[in-house]
């Protein structure tokens, strides 16, 4: 993976570190591909994100992006609703396949995310990104 290819998880509007407030499903890293969804949040800015990664070293050069990152708008208050919501012990295990982690898993998927550019002078412009709010069905957190 090179240099342009490590993910970043710093804040889209004031470039900081941001906390990983629940991670929720991850495959790799591994040399040619690694994706991953979580929940972050930026304390200096009172907003949160969920964050999708995909690096793809195999497609077909032309056809796709190797790397896309989505991400729409969570925001503080429903930050707060996620973390006392999220019945699973294990919040930042990106590796963990309770009923809790898939709910989080399948409606991230289904959340409207908005595609950020990754090259070019508007990388991850945080530009006209949808927001997602946290439910809860069944005692179970879910973006919707
Ligand atoms: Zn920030
Ligand atoms: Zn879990």
Redesign the pocket.
């Given at each position: 993976m090179s240099l342009r290819h490590v993910p970043s998880d710093n804040c889209l509007i004031c470039q900081g570190e941001q906390e990983v407030v629940i991670g929720i499903h991850e495959r790799g890293p591994h040399e040619r591909m690694h994706d991953y969804k979580r929940v972050l949040f930026c304390a200096a800015c009172d907003i949160g994100e969920l964050r999708a990664f995909s690096y793809d070293d195999f497609v077909v050069f032309g056809e796709e992006e190797d790397v896309m990152v989505w991400s729409a708008v969570v925001g503080a208050e429903d930050v707060e609703r996620l973390r006392s919501l999220f019945a699973?012990l294990?919040p930042l295990?990106h590796q963990?396949?309770?009923a809790?982690?898939v709910r989080a898993y399948d409606t991230s998927i289904r959340a409207a995310k908005t595609l950020l550019p990754e090259y070019g002078p508007d990388r991850h412009s945080p530009a006209g990104r949808t927001t997602v709010s946290i439910g809860v069905t069944d005692g179970l957190a879910e973006f919707c």
């Amino acid at each position: 993976m090179s240099l342009r290819h490590v993910p970043s998880d710093n804040c889209l509007i004031c470039q900081g570190e941001q906390e990983v407030v629940i991670g929720i499903h991850e495959r790799g890293p591994h040399e040619r591909m690694h994706d991953y969804k979580r929940v972050l949040f930026c304390a200096a800015c009172d907003i949160g994100e969920l964050r999708a990664f995909s690096y793809d070293d195999f497609v077909v050069f032309g056809e796709e992006e190797d790397v896309m990152v989505w991400s729409a708008v969570v925001g503080a208050e429903d930050v707060e609703r996620l973390r006392s919501l999220f019945a699973c012990l294990a919040p930042l295990n990106h590796q963990c396949g309770c009923a809790q982690h898939v709910r989080a898993y399948d409606t991230s998927i289904r959340a409207a995310k908005t595609l950020l550019p990754e090259y070019g002078p508007d990388r991850h412009s945080p530009a006209g990104r949808t927001t997602v709010s946290i439910g809860v069905t069944d005692g179970l957190a879910e973006f919707c």
